[in-house]
């Protein structure tokens, strides 16, 4: 995720944001407290709606973690909108939902404006999906591709442009390329993928890719598609086009091999979930929130850098306890084990740490009503 920003980000988003998808957690009857370890939602019986809006990445995980809380808490309906995550951010921060899912934490500016909307001005950031950003192509007669980063980059950025280049060549020696065009497909939307994206690409091959982190891709042209469906869509479209959607997404696209060190790492939940263990907290944030800067750069063996870490963003203090309670629930059983493993069963994702589920378990408890 994250080089977590310093910087303002410009959050222009339509007034028509498509495509809610409205997870109702329905089903089985409350089974009482769904675990022993503190974090799994459900000790006392809740109903009422929560509502939350962001991240399309975590579209199959949000639906694995409703599914499962259903029979946690069946008097809860959970929507969530994956209108990517700027907009999930500016929903939360304008007040229009109780929290939000982002593949980006909050840039200062950002932060200082949910402190502003949430009561008692604590922000809690909990990176509770972590998944491979996965390089997807179609390219008809070819199965298997390996790029460097410098490779990546030079696609990306429109100047490397036929699939049989001597770059792409050198990277997968004895395979048959074509003599074909490349169409390079970005998100169009403000977008966490491409801000993960684009970090990765500016750490780990910055002599190719002369631009900044930026969740608007930053290269005129190409072909631009709105949000991670949009791109799977756009990219399976075609043959000769190459694109960068959560793995969890890619179909049956192609997915490259990525150069880390020595060596070509196939995106796996495991390799992303290695670069999240060796990465710092970032400095200068409040008690809970719990941003992390990747080592994107690593040449680890068996790390996959282009990682995807996403956010829940919400209040320590909401205005009524309903709310604070149907937040707390939740959020408990999204980092408990049985939420992590619903996430890893629908979506492909790490389940995250015992460390990371400890330091999130101190924001949740705090949650409360003022």
Not at 270 to 291: K, P
Request: glycine share 14%.
């Amino acid at each position: 995720m994250l080089k977590l920003s310093t910087r303002s980000r410009a959050v222009a988003l339509s007034a028509a944001l498509a495509g809610t998808l409205a997870l109702a957690a329905c089903g089985a009857s409350n089974e009482g407290n769904a675990g022993d370890s503190g974090s799994t939602g459900g000790s006392t019986e809740l109903s009422g709606t929560l509502v939350g809006a962001g991240a399309s990445s975590q579209q199959a995980a949000m639906q694995g973690w409703t599914a499962g809380y259903s029979g946690v808490q069946s008097g809860v309906t959970v929507n969530y909108d994956p209108v990517g995550s700027g907009g999930g951010r500016e929903q939360f921060i304008a007040g229009g939902t109780d929290f939000a899912g982002s593949d980006a934490a909050l840039d200062d500016e950002e932060l200082a404006e949910a402190q502003e909307r949430c009561a008692g001005g604590e922000v809690f950031e909990l990176p509770n999906y972590i998944a491979p950003i996965a390089v997807v192509y179609n390219i008809e007669g070819v199965d298997q591709l390996s790029l460097s980063p410098e490779t990546v980059a030079g696609i990306f950025n429109q100047q490397i442009t036929t699939w049989n280049d001597p770059a792409i060549a050198a990277d997968n020696p004895g395979a048959t390329l074509p003599d074909l065009a490349i169409t390079p497909v970005n998100r169009s939307d403000e977008s966490g993928t491409t801000e993960n994206f684009t970090e990765y690409l500016a750490a780990a091959a910055a002599a190719a890719w002369p631009h900044e982190a930026s969740g608007d891709w930053p290269v005129a042209g190409g072909e631009a598609a709105q949000g991670t469906s949009g791109v799977v869509s756009a990219v399976g479209g075609g043959n000769g086009t190459i694109g960068y959607a959560d793995l969890s997404q890619a179909g049956d696209l192609g997915v490259a091999s990525i150069g880390v060190g020595e060596e070509f790492v196939t995106p796996t939940a495991e390799a992303a979930a290695a670069v999240v263990e060796n990465s710092e907290t970032l400095s200068g944030r409040g008690q809970y929130d719990f941003a992390i800067e990747l080592a994107r750069d690593t040449t680890a063996s068996g790390s996959y850098p282009i990682v995807l870490v996403s956010y829940h963003i919400g209040c320590i203090q909401y205005d009524d306890q309903e709310k604070a309670d149907l937040v707390k629930d939740f959020m408990g059983y999204v980092i408990s084990e049985e939420g992590q493993q619903a996430a890893a069963e629908a979506a492909g994702s790490a389940p995250i740490s015992d460390a990371l589920r400890e330091q999130a378990q101190g924001a949740i408890d705090a949650i409360t009503a003022g």
